[in-house]
């Protein structure tokens, strides 16, 4: 309930009361003269809600944890799972290193690029999927991997399994992949 006073101190919020309940959630967590270290926790919910981190969002969010919007700048410039800029709904980052280049994560890719008819590093003209490459997610032993929206992992991917997502992200009325899954 912390968020309230704050929510209601300001109009104009651009994050929902629900973001800062959860916020909030990850706030409990600390002591109350730590609320930096919510700083990473607070950044996902936002994105997860906002789609990219605006530099109004971390304003809004130095506010509500008592940081100057530059330090929460420099945590979101830091970390490359933040966008900065409007992105695609969907962002899908295929592994290369190794283990999964050794298990046709190229190849992976090469079907992405295809079925979607973009480049590594492009989006989708709807604005839907964008492709990038990543690196090891720590999860070789299901080689090939992705990971959509930093969040959904996809194992052991293969064309059917590719054709298969994309079909249900096509189709997903909402942003399904990132608001339902807990943080
Ligand atoms: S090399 Fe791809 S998940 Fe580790």
């Not at 969002?57 to 900065?84: C, Q, R, S, W």
């Not at 070789?140 to 969040?151: S, T």
Request: hydrophobic share 40%.
């Amino acid at each position: 309930m912390q968020h309230l006073k704050f929510i209601n101190s300001k109009k104009n919020k651009i994050l929902s009361k629900v973001a800062y309940s959860l916020i909030d959630k990850e706030l409990n967590k600390y002591p109350p003269n730590h609320k930096k270290s919510a700083v990473i926790a607070s950044l996902i919910i936002a994105q997860k809600e906002n789609g990219f981190i605006s530099p109004e969002i971390e304003k809004e969010i130095g506010d509500y944890l008592e940081m100057p919007p530059i330090a929460v700048h420099e945590i979101a410039t830091f970390y490359n799972m933040f966008e900065l800029t409007p992105k695609a709904r969907f962002k899908i980052v295929v592994c290369t290193n190794l283990p999964c280049a050794l298990r046709n994560s190229k190849h992976a890719i090469t079907i992405l690029k295809n079925r979607l008819g973009i480049d590594v590093g492009e989006k989708t003209e709807d604005g839907l999927f964008s492709l990038h490459e990543g690196e090891c997610f720590g999860a070789c032993a299901d080689a090939p991997v992705m990971l959509v929206n930093n969040h959904k992992m996809l194992s052991w991917m293969n064309e059917q399994s590719i054709d298969a997502m994309i079909r249900e992200l096509s189709s997903s009325k909402s942003n399904v992949i990132t608001n339902k899954d807990n943080l």
